[in-house]
């Protein structure tokens, strides 16, 4: 495993990290005895950033990974989020009727100890807002925030999702170690005034979705989905879309297999080629899955190489949104 350092801090954390969510939210049935096992081959394969949130599974996915966390804490930096709740008090899923975002400093009170006690742990690594809260200045927010990091019950802060400015406003306030933001090939937005932020200030950039929820492997048929597979919602699975999407796609697994990689590395190298301040969290909940992320990680991609993806992404431009319109609403506040 290579590491990688977290913003201006010493923390070394391995060049790809494991995104939980899958595990227990979102991406059709959930297989625990599995999912545990997962966990336990990515302390052996050396990866020691491993990313989750309240909302996953309604707290699930938090008290799943305790399971492993508790037993190998000083092996894991631990990132956690917050923000989503349901109108009655609890966290939830951002897709759920009824369910909204809340930065109050009164709210993260309360998201801490609920995260801290489902996890089974002291401190929280790294601590995120998952989203910026548009009623609420993000410096109360961030401040409140600050003031776990005093009590000790949180290490490092976050940001997702969040604009340049807010992250500028944000890190006035308290440093931010690190941005979580969607990043791929196919959702390359924060490489405009994002990136360009993120690195002035020395936060790393921790991409979410970096195989683009599965569509860059060349592996998935949309009529296959479980009922309750969120991707069922996204316009880039939409039947207007998927045509043109299923080129690109057909295209770049071509090009994997004369780099000699799958689908998968190629799109873990390209994201992890664009700078050592980025620190990826393919998801999954799988082991053989995992194990094919990270031989990423030995993937070199030449100029060449890198050339000839830009130039089919030029070719079959991604059509559709990353989000439902109702999620889109909610990002880059």
């Known amino acids: 495993m290579k590491y990688r350092k977290l913003g201006t801090t010493e923390e070394q954390l391995s060049a790809l990290g494991l995104g939980c969510m899958g595990m227990s939210f979102a991406y059709g049935p959930t297989d625990d005895k599995e999912s545990l096992a997962?966990?336990?081959?990515?302390?052996?394969l050396g990866i020691n950033f491993w990313d989750t949130a309240d909302m996953y599974g309604n707290g699930a996915n938090e008290e799943l990974i305790s399971k492993v966390l508790v037993p190998n804490r000083d092996k894991i930096f631990i990132a956690t989020k917050f923000g989503f709740r349901f109108k009655d008090g609890i966290a939830g899923p951002s897709s759920a009727t009824g369910t909204y975002f809340d930065g109050s400093p009164a709210w993260i009170k309360i998201a801490v100890e609920q995260s801290l006690k489902r996890l089974k742990i002291d401190t929280i690594d790294l601590y995120y807002a998952h989203r910026v809260d548009p009623n609420i200045p993000i410096e109360e927010t961030v401040g409140a925030m600050a003031n776990l990091v005093k009590e000790g019950k949180v290490r490092y802060l976050g940001l997702s999702e969040a604009s340049a400015a807010s992250l500028r406003k944000a890190h006035a306030v308290h440093p931010i170690a690190a941005l979580q933001s969607e990043y791929s090939?196919?959702?390359?937005?924060?490489?405009?005034?994002?990136?360009?932020?993120?690195?002035?200030?020395?936060?790393?950039?921790?991409?979410?979705?970096?195989?683009?929820?599965?569509?860059?492997?060349?592996?998935?048929?949309?009529?296959?989905?479980?009922?309750?597979?969120?991707?069922?919602?996204?316009?880039?699975?939409?039947?207007?879309?998927i045509a043109n999407n299923s080129k690109l796609i057909t295209g770049f697994a071509a090009l994997a297999a004369t780099i000699g990689c799958t689908p998968a590395q190629l799109?873990?190298?390209?994201?992890?080629?664009?700078?050592?301040?980025?620190?990826?969290?393919?998801?999954?909940?799988k082991r053989n899955y995992l194990e094919e992320n990270v031989a990423a990680i030995e993937v070199n991609l030449t100029a060449a190489d890198l050339t000839s993806v830009n130039e089919l992404i030029k070719r079959y431009p991604i059509v559709g949104e990353r989000y439902s319109e109702g999620a889109m609403k909610m990002v880059n506040h």
């Open 38 to 44: 997962t966990l336990e081959k990515a302390l052996d």
């Open 185 to 241: 090939l196919l959702t390359r937005d924060v490489e405009n005034e994002m990136l360009q932020t993120t690195r002035e200030l020395g936060i790393s950039l921790v991409p979410y979705s970096p195989l683009a929820r599965g569509l860059v492997t060349n592996t998935l048929n949309v009529d296959t989905f479980a009922s309750d597979d969120f991707r069922r919602t996204l316009p880039r699975y939409q039947q207007e879309n």
């Open 267 to 285: 799109a873990l190298a390209w994201v992890l080629a664009q700078g050592e301040d980025i620190i990826p969290i393919p998801g999954t909940k």
